[in-house]
Structure formats: C-alpha cells, structure tokens
C-alpha cells in the first residue's frame, strides 16, 4: 500500500489529481489542509484522513511514499494581494513543510512551483540551464522556495522533485484559458488575430502521469523538471481548436494591435475582461521545453 500526503489539494490541481489517483489499487490518500472543510470529504469521499496544518508534526508520523505540495498563493491578476501574502504562503509554509518532511520517515517530495519562477518573458525556448530573473513577487517567492529545497542536505533515502508547470488547462480550471473558452464557446469573435505567437500548455492529465510516475518510479533523479505538453499552440491555433469542441465557426478579427493595446488599457481602467495583463497573456512567446523531463 503506497501512502500519499497531498498539502493544499482543495483547488483545481487537488480535485483532479485526487481523480486521477481514487480508483489506482494499492494507494491510499491523506490530504493536509488550512481547514477541516467538510467539502473535502464530500466531494473526495476516497480520502481516507484530513489533517489540519497545526497537526503537520502528527501528520508526517505517518511513513508517506510521497508529500505532495500543492499549496500556494497564486498570481493574482487583480492585483489586490500584498507582496507578504506570497512569502508567507510560497515561501515560509513550504520551508516549514520541507524541513518537517527531511525529519520524517516520508520517502519523495514534491514541489509544484511554476515557470515564472524562472522568467516572466521568454526568448527562444526556455530550458531549466537558464538562470532565473523573475521579476513578479510570485515568481520571486517560488524561486525563493526552489532554493530553499535544494541547499538543504538530503537525507539517504529521500528525493525531492521541483516540478514547474506552464499554462495548465483541463476540468475546473478558473483562469485565463477558461475565460477564453467562456469567451469563444459562446461565438464571439476573437479580436486578437492579427498577434502571432506560440506559447506552450500543460494539460492536467500529464500533470498527474508525471506525479504518479514519480510515485512508482525510483530512477528518477531529484531535482527541477519543467513541466509541458509537447507542442506550443499560438493563440489563434487554441481558439480555432475551443470553436471547434463547441461546434462554432472561427472567428478571427485581425483588429491592429495598437487598437487592441488601447483597448485593453480602457478594460483596465472600467475591469473589463480584456486587460493589458490578459491581452499579454494571450497573445505573449512562452515556449517551454520539457525535453529535461522526458528523459528523466
């Protein structure tokens, strides 16, 4: 019986990894979260215990194959969080469950850090030799995090994995993808056209292959492992492939990029959903390699 620890799995990642795992013979699942929530139990009825954070020295009595931790503040596209908030949850939670996991009897780590914790624009394709210059608080406070894990002397027996993901898309997601879905499944005309540009994807369902490979597997080298699918898709590829699913036409309106800019400098200002973060987002060069992985 194989033993998992899964912190902070209440969100997007947490439901669909605890779905890709519920019905795998031989694992039994553990959650560790900020609050005994009932809805963890309800809607995750295969969780055998839910621990509280304040348990985290009970929980880790526990011998885990694996602690998985999911637990973060995300980048906040409302711009409404304060610079400590991403410390204190990024940073301080995940060196106190690190340290917690290097005195226990647990075997693998797993920290879902991000590729923003490596650069926040990218140039030709990124690669885990590049040095990290993240300029955003998340990015700076993940990387901060990464850092921790890898000066810390690791025990025999133990491995840690720090696993950055790209744009993740699949059921439940509440970002960016999912309000261009909102946006094209309804036939509305994508504006955006006339930007060209590739960007790479994470579909969750690799996500959790990976988590569960790692699991199983015992030649796989601690370490930081970028985490895509293998082809970048431009924006208008991922749109026409959206109008599709939904059975509408494609609909590209190739407006001037510095009409759409203006507009999306207006969305600012009134919170509309076209925003110059959101524009940058959709229409930004993002290719992410994940060749590292593949052969690990």
Known sequence: MKKILIIGGSGFLGHNIYQSLKDEPGIEIHFLTRNKADFITQTMPKITKV?????LNDTLETVYDLVLHLAGKAHDLKKVSQPEE??????KLTKKLYNAFLKSEAKKFIFISTVKAVADSVEGILTEDVIPNPKTHYGKSKLMAEEHIQSQPLPGGKSYYILRPCMIHGPGNKGNLNLLYQFVSKGIPYPLAAFENKRSFLSVGNLCFVIREILERNDIQSGIYQVADDEPLSSNELVSLIAKESKHSTRLWRL???????????GDKFKLPLTTERLNKLTE??????QKLKDA
Do not use: H, T
């Open 256 to 266: 001037s990029p510095r009409l759409n800019k203006a507009l999306a400098q207006f």
């Open 285 to 290: 060069n993002y290719i992410v390699s994940n």
């Open 86 to 91: 991403y410390y204190d949850v990024n940073l």
């Open 51 to 55: 621990y509280e954070y304040s348990e």
